[in-house]
């Protein structure tokens, strides 16, 4: 009988003679170490398996996770703490879908990744024949994702591999995909052909020079301002330009306001930071020049409560980011680094024409509002139970006492009150849930950040932002990360309070577990771990697990009524939780 002509090249299994063959995978795994890869997140079955082996086999760290989506927030924070793509590997089906959605994140947020899955032999899928994990896997990553490729043939994998690599780093950064299919993966092919594969590939990274014209107008805007502000994004911290950012600010006197992933590129603390001075930046500046931030949500769209006679100068490698929401008096499109340097030479023979009292001004509101902070955090020190603030209080004096610990953060409450109250004092230490706000990237961000720089890292999770990763702080244990993860149980989504409608007994929406004991979890994968009450339990558990350098998990209890609906978007949440009637 005659058979189709979508003769699935897999349906006939083979092995290679070793060592004179290899397969796809080997060249896979070289291929990654051809471009300086050092780490991959994933998590191995049908049909990476061996590939992942092959990748150990290389001296490519494997960091095998529980859950793809936190192996891919790993990849996504090494590669925004490093400026290298991080690598995670999936399965195909579920296991690709499950990274995709941080792989998509990672794109919104502007980090270098690459997210190889497996991928049953696209001639199947395209024909539905009802294959093993049948999915069309490229064309579902397409719009999610900076560049797709797809690897019919071992032969070219070298290539997808660097491709890849050039597209997640160049111009705005972002998540990459390469659909790996079986017939790839598994192909046969004599070593020596294979090895000859592999080239040298030059300039990886190609910064992009700003044109001239746009330097000169930039400068032109900046030295006429009165009362100039730098705006400091997450892209200015991920350029890795620290020096030239500390240069402009330092000599030419201008106050700088970070986004919260950009705190700590000049510290929070310094004499021209205006961290509490939000509003009267966006009220009060002239003239304000945005560095690798973008002017979304976050920002209140550039409108609003925005000065409607600003003049914006905006930094960016994306074009197309660019009168996005408001006009830009000055754009200056180009690399960072690039861009920086221009601008700092045209500033050489001009004058700045601020307002002496500016800075004073911004100097003194600081002053008064940091004074309120303060008090505020001292008012709460003996809270019984602790609340979200009697809880920092501990917490801050610690961290800022430990500058180059990474803190990882997520939550409701957990999130706005520890960015608000822990200062930062060197870049690239601070990762949250960024442009998305999204829930569910704790553990896989710490291990990322731990593994990708080899510092020691701390996550200050909210009780339901560590459910959506939890299982993942095995991984920190399995690998014997220098990872301490703090829990904030307020037993709930915003808190432990929520009522729920009078036609039910089941829990309220909000409502998590107030009673759960997070320290029992840890304890299963073996982790040095406390329950804390108290400040000074709290004090003491966190010392010594910053001390012990292991794996930790502190689970500390709060008062269930501490926080509350959170976000401030009020178009988002108009109405508070208690005003909705049925
Ligand atoms: P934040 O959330 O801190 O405001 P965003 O992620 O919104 O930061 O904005 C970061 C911006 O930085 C993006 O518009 C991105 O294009 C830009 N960017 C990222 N890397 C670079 C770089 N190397 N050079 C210049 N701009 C960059
Ligand atoms: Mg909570």
Redesign the pocket.
Known sequence: MATTNTTPASSTPQAPHFPEQVTGMYVLARALKNVGIENVYGLVGIPITEAAYLVQDQGIRFVGFRHEQQAGMAAATEGYLTKKPGVLMTVSSLGFMNGLTATANATV??YPMIQISGATDPMMVDMRMGTYEEMDQYNTARPLVKAVFRCYKAEDIPSAVTRAYRAAVSG??GGVYIDMTTPALGQIMNREDADKLFYEPVDVYSPVAPNQAAVDRAVEILTSAKRPAILL???AA??QVDDKIKTLIEKYNIPYLP?S??KGLMPDDGPLSALSCRSTIMEKSDVVMVI???L?W?LSFGRGKWNPDMKFIQ????PQ?IDVNVPIAAPVVG??GLSLDAILAKLQNAKMSADPTWVTSLQAETKEKNAKFQARLQANKDASPMDHWTALGVIKPIIESNPDIILVNEGANTLDDTRDAINMSLPRHRVDC??WAIMGMGMGSAIGAAVGTGKQVVAIEGDSAFGFSGMDFSTICRFKLPVTVVIFNNGGIYNGIGKPMDNTTDPAPTTLDINARYDKLGEAFGAQTYYVQTPEELDKALKESIASKKPCLIDVQLAADSGAESGHIGYLNPAPIQQITV
């Open positions: 947020n502007c705005r950064p994004g997450k892209g991920y350029a986004m992933m950009a690798g931030a973008r979304n976050m930094l960016d490698v994306e980011e690399d960072m960024a442009t």
